[in-house]
């Protein structure tokens, strides 16, 4: 779907969290982090306010930077405190991040994916793309069938996400992310996307042919998968959809 702009993007998808709850009180949500889903939380907690109820909902996040404490202020675990859960009545038990300080990270991506089977799995998993068309932080060589694992970050990821960061060296270089088999087990998917410079990425991830090099192409073989995208981040489509 191409939406005039970020407001509308954010609202949409807002739209098909309400939808769900709406059907499922208990449902499993998958969440991203990033700068394009800020909307989406904004209109999240504003619904919360007019009546949504979240103390069903267990959550997922897709990724977590390796070596970043949970309070660290840049960690995701900051930011979805910051952006989202500190206003929702979502009971701390049912919220689900990986532990980025943890010794052992196979073993939490291991336990990190018992989690999600136990709980019977993702209802709604919510996406960004990175300019080279990462999903989480799967990045461009990514085996399709990987599920939760540490990762190594692309420099361009690295580059991108030095914005956050006072200084280019703080970025931690790894992260542990939902594979692209977990995203793909999700039964349904929103992906987002604004601005320009995702333009590129969303019209290989669309139009180009499904390949590991460009991990978000997996999504067209999903049968359940919307992108939601304003009229920047889709300019380069060339069979647009409305
Ligand atoms: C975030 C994540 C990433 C981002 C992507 C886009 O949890 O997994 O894939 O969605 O890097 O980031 P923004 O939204 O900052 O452009």
Redesign the pocket.
């Known amino acids: 779907m191409i939406v005039k702009d970020y407001t509308e993007m954010s609202k949409l998808a807002a739209d098909a969290v309400v939808g769900l709850l709406e059907s499922k009180p208990a449902a499993v949500l998958g969440l991203?982090?990033?700068?394009?889903?800020i909307g989406l939380y904004e209109e999240l907690v504003q619904r919360y306010h007019h009546g949504l109820d979240f103390s069903q909902v267990t959550t997922f996040?897709?990724?977590e930077y390796y070596g970043l404490a949970s309070d660290h202020p840049t960690s995701?675990h900051y930011y979805m405190q910051q952006h989202l859960f500190q206003y929702l009545n979502i009971p701390a038990t049912s919220i689900n991040i990986p532990n980025g300080a943890t010794p052992e990270p196979a073993g939490e991506c291991r336990s990190y994916e018992a989690k999600i089977a136990k709980v019977g799995g993702i209802d709604l998993q919510v996406?960004?793309?990175?300019t080279n068309g990462?999903?989480?932080?799967n990045e461009p060589g990514t085996p399709f069938g990987n599920t939760t694992s540490l990762v190594n970050l692309a420099p361009a990821?690295i580059e991108?996400n030095s914005r956050f960061f006072e200084r280019r060296e703080d970025v931690p270089r790894q992260a542990l992310s939902m594979g692209i088999r977990s995203i793909m087990n999700c039964r349904r998917i929103v992906l987002l996307a604004n601005g320009e410079n995702k333009a590129n990425a969303i019209a290989a991830a669309v139009e180009g042919p499904i390949s590991e090099t460009l991990p978000a192409s997996v999504l067209q073989l999903h049968p359940d998968c919307t992108f939601i995208l304003d009229q920047a981040a889709a300019k380069n489509l060339t069979h647009s959809r409305g």
């Not at 990462?134 to 932080?137: C, Q």
């Open positions: 991203a982090t990033g700068s394009t889903p996040n897709l990724d995701y996406l960004g793309i990175g990462h999903i989480g932080f990821t991108a």
